[in-house]
């Protein structure tokens, strides 16, 4: 069982900065790919960024440049670091996990059998 603990959301004003962080414990199974989705209040989950097993990140193209995810494995964490923040970017985002998924299915949030509880991410005009 693997478990993701995400953490670092909160309040910031347009233009601030955050970064995310999803802690990894339990059996990955060796190095599983990870990932971070967002999902606003009556929009669906949308793909934000992920690290695949091999180290190489992957972002939404709408993000490339203010977003960027990173992995430290040492300490079996992935991070989410977020500048330019803008009200759009509001959401609840997700860690998530998988041993499986397949490279073009890296943006796809039901390729990943593992979530976190979400931690929530509010930016104010």
């Known amino acids: 069982q693997v478990e993701l603990v995400e953490s670092g959301g909160g309040l910031v004003q347009a233009g601030g900065s955050l970064r995310l962080s999803c802690a990894t414990s339990?059996?990955?199974?060796?190095?599983?790919?990870m990932a971070w989705f967002r999902q606003a209040p009556g929009k669906d989950r949308e793909f934000v960024g992920a690290?695949?097993?091999?180290?190489?990140?992957y972002a939404a193209d709408s993000l490339k440049g203010r977003f960027a995810v990173s992995r430290d494995n040492a300490q079996n964490t992935v991070y989410l670091r977020m500048n330019d923040l803008k009200p759009e970017d509001t959401a609840v985002y997700y860690c998530?996990?998988?041993?499986?998924?397949?490279?073009?299915?890296?943006?796809?949030?039901?390729?990943?059998?593992?979530w976190g509880q979400g931690t929530q991410v509010t930016v104010t005009a």
């Open positions: 339990g059996r990955t199974f060796g190095r599983p790919t």
């Open positions: 998530a996990a998988s041993n499986t998924v397949i490279l073009s299915n890296i943006r796809t949030h039901s390729a990943y059998g593992y």
């Open positions: 690290v695949w097993r091999s180290g190489n990140t």
